[in-house]
């Protein structure tokens, strides 16, 4: 192509409306124009010079070149042989692609003059930022909320465990459980158990909360809810129940622990057996027992606390844990009239290595009822391991005469009654226990029938050795239980 120096052009804005009443004229060495456009829907035609030195390359002015996709909504005609050569040269538009009202979307972007990029912009932004601003929120009250909780525990068991087959049956859980460091179940694995439990009624209540019967799979659970001031029994009974080797046919069996916060409040769960004989206290309020079925009761809550009291030695070794609130109420009745021990909330452990006693930062205290005579007058040395254990044994003897009395010999036997009914109001005071116990030094009665039958004298003397007052001076939690298994063979003998 060869460019032409001083070539005149028509000049003029908007010449669909001027017409040729425009007389203006430019002069350039490149190009002559015609530029017509649809703008909001305006139509309007421009016409001017375009110099060599805009860009064009060689040969090729880049101005005439034409955007086939957009000719509805501009063109452009480009002369370069003659003056006024753009004079009456009308470039022309392309039909829109749709009419307007085919398709609204096409036509609002025309009437707004908006691209299809424009607009999705325009929609996309302020939905970004609604779901940003959302997103925020959520975060921050998440992060308040989790500082302003009750203190949660951390997770000291294993989370990175799996479970190789999901288990079926709560049998199947124990079984896995103990195929580990024997120490219960990954707090991962415990979380998706609970989350799987649907609760049913309530079966008690107490000063820590509720429990309920629950369903786990098809069986029965019992779920033990502590209020959240109750929080560090909750956080202490998992954590003992999850000791190492603890597990035992005589302690309730532990599922699982988790704290479900549903925005509000935090709910503490601890997932255990169920027993639907209920507690020590609700089966001898119902009925009497056997001579045969009192020694299976007594020696089966002998053998929990013996195992309780009993260090483990080795690498997955157990340490000696002491309960410190033994109670009828704190022991549960199996299907076959075995008794396991429950609420180890209160419970300490003893380290051999060092001689110290793991004491949980723990405001309750064991019930008065059957406090030791030490713990009364408070002369009990709380760095010594032994006297908790002593501790123990006295509120066991008391335990063994609640199962007494309700033995029945020839048809005999007594009304249930808790230990000292007869000596103190039925919610006693810290001071009424201690005159009794410490001060006036009085037992519960031993009705002279049970001299009349060799088991209740047995059961008697082993009494009598569990709440000396001078704590040295009991019987450990061994000694019970070989003297109740001795017992127990004596009575399978006569039978």
């Not at 032409?4 to 009443?21: E, K, M, N, P």
């Not at 396991?340 to 209160?346: K, P, Y």
């Amino acid at each position: 192509m060869g460019w032409r120096i001083g070539l005149l052009c028509r000049q003029c804005q908007d010449c669909v409306r001027i017409g040729d009443a425009q007389n203006d004229t430019c002069e350039t060495d490149g190009v002559c124009i015609s530029l017509i456009t649809r703008w909001n829907g305006v139509v309007r035609v421009n016409k001017e010079c375009k110099a060599k030195s805009k860009g064009f390359l060689p040969g090729r002015p880049l101005f005439c070149e034409v955007n086939q996709h957009s000719l509805h909504i501009s063109n452009v005609k480009c002369c370069w042989d003659h003056d006024l050569c753009n004079d009456n040269m009308e470039p022309t538009l392309a039909p829109p692609p749709s009419e307007p009202g085919e398709n609204g979307e096409e036509s609002k972007v025309e009437e707004t003059g908006l691209t299809a990029i424009e607009l999705m912009v325009v929609i996309a932004v302020p939905i970004i930022l609604v779901c940003v601003v959302l997103m925020t929120t959520y975060c921050l009250y998440q992060q308040y909320h989790r500082h302003n909780r009750p203190y949660a525990p951390p997770p000291d068991v294993d989370t990175s465990l799996l479970m190789p087959e999901e288990p079926q049956s709560l049998r199947e859980l124990y079984d896995w459980s103990q195929s580990g460091s024997g120490s219960g179940l990954p707090l991962l694995v415990q979380r998706t158990i609970a989350r799987q439990i649907r609760l049913g009624e309530i079966i008690g209540k107490g000063r820590y909360g509720e429990v309920w019967r629950g369903h786990w799979r098809g069986e029965n659970v019992a779920v033990k809810i502590f209020s959240s001031r109750e929080e560090r029994s909750w956080f202490r009974e998992a954590e003992i129940y999850q000791t190492v080797m603890l597990r035992h046919e005589n302690i309730l069996g532990f599922i699982a622990a988790d704290n479900k916060d549903n925005g509000t409040w935090t709910q503490l769960w601890l997932i255990t057996d169920y027993h639907e004989n209920g507690s020590l206290f609700d089966f001898l309020n119902r009925q009497t027992v056997s001579p045969a079925v009192m020694i299976r009761l007594a020696l089966t809550a002998a053998c929990g606390m013996a195992h309780l009291h009993m260090e483990i030695l080795g690498a997955q070794g157990k340490p000696a844990i002491a309960h410190r609130d033994i109670k009828s109420k704190n022991i549960l009745v199996k299907s076959n009239n075995t008794c396991c021990i429950a609420d180890l909330g209160l419970a300490v452990r003893h380290d051999s290595k060092t001689d110290s006693v793991d004491i949980a930062p723990n405001n309750r205290v064991g019930t008065k009822r059957y406090m030791a005579p030490e713990c009364l007058d408070e002369t009990i040395n709380m760095n010594h391991f032994e006297s908790f254990k002593r501790a123990d044994v006295y509120s066991f003897g008391l335990v063994l005469w609640e199962i007494a009395r309700r033995c029945s010999l020839g048809g005999i036997h007594e009304d249930y009654q808790l230990p000292y009914y007869d000596m103190v109001p039925s919610d006693p005071s810290l001071e009424d226990m201690r005159k009794v116990v410490c001060v006036d030094r009085h037992r519960p009665a031993l009705p002279n029938r049970w001299q009349a039958m060799e088991s209740l004298r047995v059961m008697a003397r082993l009494m009598k050795e569990c709440w000396y007052h001078n704590a040295a001076a009991r019987l450990t939690a061994l000694r019970i239980r070989k003297t109740l298994a001795g017992l127990a063979s004596q009575e399978d003998l006569k039978v």
